[in-house]
């Protein structure tokens, strides 16, 4: 990694920081990603060799400290104060780019196993059913492909078979429906009026769904900058 010398406190962080990866990286620990194979789930592209030594990185540099997993098995990666601290400097990095390169931005790019590993990891706990609930994305275009969200006390499953247990609630929808949901373009009342989500279940459950997600970090200034962008 290149050194720029001790000269400025803004070249100093791009020493830390400013690698191709190493934000996204840094992007999942601060939403909650402690364990490998989460957070190289979360950056599709990314080789498992070049995780490793990213994380190596961000270690000697105090960003992050590796625990033993409580499980006995494998390592988490936990931020240290300092690396707490670069949370704002990742929601700056995010909002500066929907202000200034929105027009850049391709939501519908997102694959479909991404999308739902984004969607599992921003859930609201407090408001998620008491019982054990399966929830059916059916992704009908580019590429039809059914994953399930099995929601159980708390926890939250994302499965590409079959989990098991009987489905609660089916949302339909493309795939690029579901992204401008997920990240501010439309809410999920909207597009289900709209007709772009199709839902499938029991009333409560239908109604109450799109209060178990937090959405993308950015949603509400997405949707800011897509009206100001409509109105122009």
Known sequence: MPDYGDYCPVQMASEVIADRWTPLIIRELVLGNTRFNDIARAMPGISRSLLVQRLRHLEKKGVLETWPAPSGRGNE?????????????????????????????RPHDVPPTTLMWWMHRRVDADALPPVRTVVEFRHTEPTAQTIWLVLDRGEVSVCHQHPGFEVDVVATATTADFADVFQGYRTWREA????????????????????????SPWAEVTRERADRAGRT
Do not use: M
Not at 205 to 213: D, E, I, N
């Open 77 to 105: 990666y936990h931020l240290t104060p300092a690396g707490k601290d670069l949370s704002r400097v990742i929601d700056s990095l995010g909002r500066w780019a929907i202000e200034w390169l929105f027009d850049d931005l």
């Open 192 to 215: 289900v009026a709209e007709g772009r989500i199709e839902v499938a279940g029991p009333p409560r459950l239908a109604s109450a769904l799109p209060r178990w997600f937090l959405w």
